[in-house]
C-alpha cells in the first residue's frame, strides 16, 4: 500500500473519531436526558475544538465540516444556555421567597409543634431544590444559604421553646419536692398531678420528659407510700388497742369507698383522654398514670372488701369492750 494510501486511511479514522467525539458531546447535552445545566459541556467542547485545530492527519473538507459543526454546536449551547440561567434565576427567586415565607412565618410562633410543623415544610422546599427547572450553581448556593439559615433559626426558636417548657416542668416538680419535704404528702401529689396535666400542652425533648416523667413518678410513689403507712400505722394502733370498735373499721370502709369512687372517676377520664388522644406521646404519658391509678384503685377495693368483712363477722357476733 501506498504512503498516500496509509495517509488517507489514517485521516479517514482521525476524522470519524472526531465527530463520533462531538455526537457524543452533543447527546450528553442536548438529548431529553442531557445536563441541561451545561455543567462541564464547555471544558469538553474547547478541548475537543483544540484537537481539531491541531489534528496532524486529517482532509481539509473534513476538518473544516467538523469546524462549522463545532461553531453550530457552540451557538446552539450558548442560546440553551442562556435559557438554563434565566429560568434557573427564576426558579432562585420563587425559592428565596418561599423560604423567606416560611421564615417569617416562625418568627411569630411559640408553640413547638408549630414550629416542627415550619421545620417539615422547609424540609419540602428543601427537596424541590432539585425537582422543576435546574439551578446553576451559583443560584444553587444562594438558595442553600438562605434555606440554611432559615432553618437554623426555625431550630433555635425550637429549642429555646422546649427549653421554656421544661423550665415550668421542672418548677412543678420542685413545688411537689417541697411538698414531700414539708410532709404536706396531698399537696405533694397535687403538684405531680398538675404536671402530668401540663405535659399535654408542653412539648420538650423526649428525653428531658422521659426523665422529668420518671422523676414524678417517683415523688408520687414516696407521697402515697408515707400516706399509706400514716393509714396502716393507724389501724395497727386501733388494733393494738384492748378491742377495736365497729365504728372505727366504719370510718375506715367510708374513706376508703370515698377514695374509690375518686379514684374510679380519674380512672374514666384517663381513659377518655387516652381513647381521644391522637399522639403516641400523649397516649404513653397517659398510658402510665392510668396503670398507676387502677393498680391503687384495686388496693382501695381490697381494703374495703376486707373491712366489709371484719364488720359483718363484728355485728353477727358483737364484741366485748374493754372495761
Do not use: C
Not at 154 to 182: F, G, I, K, M, P
Not at 203 to 228: F, G, I, M, P, T
Not at 274 to 287: I, K, N, P
Not at 288 to 294: A, E, I, N, Q
Amino acid at each position: 500500500m501506498e504512503d498516500w494510501q496509509q495517509w488517507q486511511i489514517q485521516a479517514d479514522q482521525v476524522a470519524a473519531q472526531l465527530n463520533q467525539e462531538l455526537k457524543a458531546l452533543e447527546v450528553d447535552y442536548f438529548s431529553e436526558s442531557g445536563d441541561a445545566s451545561f455543567r462541564g459541556f464547555w471544558p469538553r467542547f474547547k478541548e475537543l475544538k483544540e484537537r481539531v485545530r491541531i489534528a496532524p492527519a486529517i482532509r481539509l473538507e473534513d476538518k473544516l465540516d467538523l469546524e462549522r459543526k463545532l461553531r453550530s454546536l457552540g451557538s446552539k449551547a450558548y442560546k440553551a444556555q442562556e435559557g438554563t440561567y434565566a429560568r434557573s434565576g427564576e426558579r432562585r427567586v420563587e425559592l428565596l421567597a418561599s423560604i423567606a415565607e416560611h421564615r417569617s412565618l416562625a418568627e411569630g410562633i411559640e408553640d413547638p409543634k408549630e414550629l416542627r410543623a415550619v421545620r417539615r415544610q422547609l424540609d419540602s422546599v428543601r427537596e424541590a431544590f432539585d425537582k422543576g427547572s435546574p439551578l446553576v450553581p451559583a443560584d444553587r448556593q444562594q438558595v442553600w444559604d438562605a434555606w440554611k439559615e432559615a432553618s437554623q433559626n426555625v431550630w433555635t426558636r425550637l429549642t429555646e421553646a422546649w427549653a421554656e417548657n421544661e423550665a415550668h416542668l421542672r418548677q412543678t416538680l420542685d413545688s411537689a419536692r417541697e411538698h414531700l419535704s414539708a410532709h404536706r404528702y396531698s399537696e405533694a401529689r397535687n403538684a405531680v398531678g398538675r404536671f402530668f396535666e401540663s405535659l399535654r400542652g408542653r412539648e420538650a425533648r423526649q428525653e428531658v420528659l422521659n426523665s422529668l416523667k420518671a422523676e414524678a413518678e417517683s415523688l408520687r410513689r414516696e407521697a402515697e407510700r408515707v400516706e399509706e403507712q400514716k393509714t396502716s400505722d393507724r389501724v395497727a394502733s386501733q388494733q393494738a388497742q384492748a378491742v377495736p370498735t365497729i365504728d372505727v373499721w366504719r370510718a375506715e370502709l367510708k374513706k376508703s369507698r370515698e377514695s374509690e369512687v375518686r379514684l374510679e372517676e380519674e380512672v374514666l377520664a384517663l381513659e377518655g383522654q387516652y381513647q381521644d388522644s391522637g399522639a403516641l406521646l400523649e397516649q404513653a404519658m397517659v398510658r402510665g398514670t392510668l396503670v398507676d391509678k387502677k393498680r391503687r384503685l384495686s388496693e382501695y377495693q381490697r381494703t374495703s372488701r376486707a373491712l366489709e368483712q371484719r364488720i359483718e363477722a363484728a355485728e353477727e357476733v358483737p364484741l366485748m369492750t374493754a372495761g
